[in-house]
C-alpha cells in the first residue's frame, strides 16, 4: 500500500511490531502480534490494538479516535510485508474482537480494497467457508496472503 | 520504546520496519491470548478450497 504510514520497531523475531499513533488525542502506542495458529495450510493471526498506557497490555476494545485511521491501517499493512519477509507468504487472519469491530474492518478493507489487492489475495471467512472478498458482504473474519 | 536504529528488514517485499535488538512481547497479553484462542477455533473449520491450499 503506497499509503503514508508511521515508522515501526519490530526485533529479529519479527512477531511483535510497535508504533506510535499521532493525532489531536495525542501520540497513541499501538501492538501488532502475530501468532500462528494453523498448518496445513500454514496461517498466522493477526491482533492489533492500543497498548493500554496504564497495563502496558495491548487491547483492541479501546476506541482512540485518533484521526489517522488510514496511516494506522497502511502501517498494520506494511508490517505484513516484513512479517512475510521473514516467515513467507502464509495466510495471515484478522478478526475484531466483537462484531462491531469485525464490521469495522470489513468497512475499512472495502474502502481500500483496490489498493490492498495490488500486493495481496484477501478473503472473507464466513463459517466454515472462505470466499473471495467482496464488498457489502458481512464476514466473521478476513484472510490475507501476500502475493 | 527503544530508539536504536539497526537496520530495516531484509527480504522480498517492501518491509520498512526497524528493527531494533529487543521489542517487548505482547504474545501473552490476555486480549492477544484470548483472541488467539478464537482464531484458532474459527480457522481450524476453515475448508480451504484446494486452489487456496497452493
Known amino acids: 500500500m503506497n499509503f503514508e504510514h508511521y515508522s515501526y520497531i519490530t526485533d529479529n523475531d519479527f ?34 490494538g492500543d497498548v493500554d498506557p496504564v497495563t502496558g497490555e495491548i487491547d483492541d476494545n479501546i476506541i482512540s479516535n485518533n484521526l489517522d485511521r488510514d496511516i494506522v491501517l497502511a502501517t498494520v499493512a506494511n508490517t505484513i510485508h516484513d512479517f512475510c519477509n521473514r516467515y513467507g507468504n502464509h495466510y495471515i487472519f484478522a478478526t475484531g474482537s466483537n462484531p462491531a469491530r469485525t464490521r469495522l474492518y470489513q468497512m475499512n478493507i472495502s474502502r ?32 490475507v496472503k501476500r502475493k | 520504546m527503544p530508539e536504536v536504529k539497526k537496520s530495516t528488514a531484509k527480504g522480498g517485499g517492501p518491509g520498512k520496519a526497524i528493527v531494533v535488538e529487543k521489542v517487548d512481547s505482547h504474545a501473552n497479553d490476555p486480549f492477544v491470548v484470548k483472541k488467539v484462542a478464537r482464531a484458532k477455533e474459527m480457522v481450524s473449520k476453515l475448508k480451504f478450497s484446494d486452489s487456496l491450499m497452493k
Open chain 1, 112 to 143: 481500500l480494497l483496490d489498493e490492498i489487492c495490488i500486493d495481496f489475495e484477501v478473503y472473507g471467512v464466513i463459517g466454515d467457508q472462505e470466499y473471495k472478498f467482496q464488498r457489502n458482504v458481512n464476514y466473521d473474519g478476513f484472510l
Open chain 1, 15 to 48: 512477531k511483535d511490531y510497535l508504533f506510535f499513533s499521532s493525532g489531536p488525542k495525542g501520540r497513541i502506542k499501538k501492538g501488532v502480534v502475530y501468532t500462528r495458529i494453523r498448518d496445513k495450510p500454514i496461517v498466522y493471526n493477526l491482533a492489533f
